[in-house]
């Protein structure tokens, strides 16, 4: 929200990039606040925005449910991926679920955008397992063609691939 970043911003949004916004539950405010400064700015929050497991769910929802409800699909969205990463080294990877289950009903299926966060993953596990459980965890919640759209689709409209 600096003054200084508003022009970076701005040209971001003319030359049609995306900003991916690597932030943390405390951010989400601000996020929101830019999205609404910049009206033609494509943004994706990147690994969920990080919730941590010290920190309340229902405060990362309530700020992840207020962007998704101020903003439209094709501006928005938000990445499934990260998260792995913030469980203790002992976790069992059941306890993703809860996040996830956050993510994909704040943000559906038409604005959730699955990413391998490789290679920092590999601190906690690796690519296969990551894919394997996002794609089980997806499968067991959404129709194929709504798998298809985390996977895929979403990907390629929010990046214009």
């Known amino acids: 929200l600096q003054p200084a970043l508003q022009a970076a911003l701005n040209a971001m949004a003319e030359h049609g990039l995306v900003l991916d916004a690597l932030i ?4 989400l405010p601000r996020i929101r606040v830019l999205v609404g400064q910049h009206p033609q700015l494509r943004v994706v ?3 969920g925005a990080k919730p ?14 207020a962007i998704a409800q101020a903003t439209y699909a094709d501006r928005v969205a938000c990445k499934l991926s990260g998260l792995w990463t913030e469980l203790p080294a ?5 306890a993703l679920t809860p996040w996830c289950d956050v993510l994909l009903s704040v943000w559906g ?15 906690a596990a ?5 894919r394997n459980w996002s794609v089980d965890f ?12 985390v996977l895929q689709r979403n990907a390629r409209a929010m990046y214009r691939l």
């Open 24 to 27: 943390r539950p405390v951010h």
């Open 45 to 47: 929050i990147d690994h």
């Open 52 to 65: 941590s497991p010290q920190e309340p769910v229902v405060d990362w929802e309530n700020g992840l449910r």
């Open 90 to 94: 002992d976790a069992d990877s059941r």
């Open 109 to 123: 299926p038409e604005r959730l955008i699955w990413g391998s966060d490789w290679p920092v993953l590999e601190l």
């Open 126 to 130: 690796d690519y296969d397992r990551w």
């Open 138 to 149: 997806l499968r067991q919640r959404c129709s194929p063609a709504q798998v298809h759209c």
